[in-house]
């Protein structure tokens, strides 16, 4: 079945404890993105990957780190968390990079405390 | 001013009427267009890709295309209690993916 997987789907954690949220697809997908979604912001950009060692910011970067030494991961690294980066992450890939045809994992409920 | 504004809601309209949704964008550079739908505690799943002026059809759902005016639009044609959900409008340029806030449609039977 093809399918974008993210773990894990929920974490509280503290403060400054780092933390790491992987994404995997088995669609060999090119591209690959990393996303916030926010009551009253919407979806936003964090990080995005056009290519295996190819990553570009997106438009909320601050506080994120990621790598994309496979093609068929792309983990999202917090170094250091903080409570505003509480939030629902999604993890999404599409087969052509710079296409915005997405598929999207099911989400990670994260909760800094 | 967003990159991305959609029409406020939240949308309600009775069963097997049209849905109207709409979106208006700043980027002039975007070159692909589409719609997501979300239902509650899911993720987002893309429903129709528009990429030239004009109509793309897919079965109950049209997009319309308007790049001079910077506008997307989304009809959904005998709305079903199960098309009930946020819809995304979003834009592609270079890579990055913007998104709009989103309008939650309501379908009462």
């Known amino acids: 079945e093809a399918q974008v997987t993210q773990n894990p789907r929920y974490l509280i954690t503290v403060t400054g404890k780092k933390l790491t949220v992987t994404c995997s697809q088995n669609?060999?997908?090119?591209?690959m993105s990393w996303y916030r979604q926010d009551p009253g912001l919407g979806l936003r950009q964090i990080y995005y990957?056009?290519?295996?060692?190819?990553?570009d910011k997106g438009d909320v970067p601050e506080g994120y780190k990621v790598s994309r030494k496979e093609k068929r991961n792309f983990p999202l690294i917090l170094e250091s968390p903080s409570p505003n980066q509480t939030s629902l992450y999604f993890c999404?890939?599409?087969?052509?990079?710079?296409?915005?045809?997405?598929?999207f994992g099911e989400g990670s409920r994260l909760t800094v405390l | 001013q967003k990159e991305v504004e959609q029409n406020s809601g939240p949308l309600s309209v009775p069963e097997g009427a049209i849905a109207s949704l709409n979106c208006t964008y700043s980027?002039?550079?975007?070159?692909?267009f589409f719609w997501y739908r979300q239902y509650s505690g899911k993720s987002p799943e893309l429903i129709m890709s528009?990429?030239?002026?004009g109509d793309k059809e897919d079965g109950r759902f049209t997009a319309q295309l308007n790049k001079a005016s910077q506008y997307v639009s989304l009809l959904i044609r005998d709305s079903q209690p199960s098309d009930s959900a946020t819809y995304l409008c979003?834009?592609?340029?270079?890579?990055?993916?913007?998104f709009g806030d989103g309008t939650t449609l309501t379908v009462k039977p």
């Open positions: 999404a890939s599409s087969l052509f990079k710079g296409s915005g045809e997405l598929f």
């Open positions: 980027d002039r550079g975007s070159q692909s």
């Open positions: 979003a834009f592609t340029n270079a890579g990055k993916s913007t």
């Open positions: 990957s056009m290519n295996v060692e190819v990553t």
């Open positions: 669609m060999n997908h090119e591209y």
């Open positions: 528009i990429y030239s002026n």
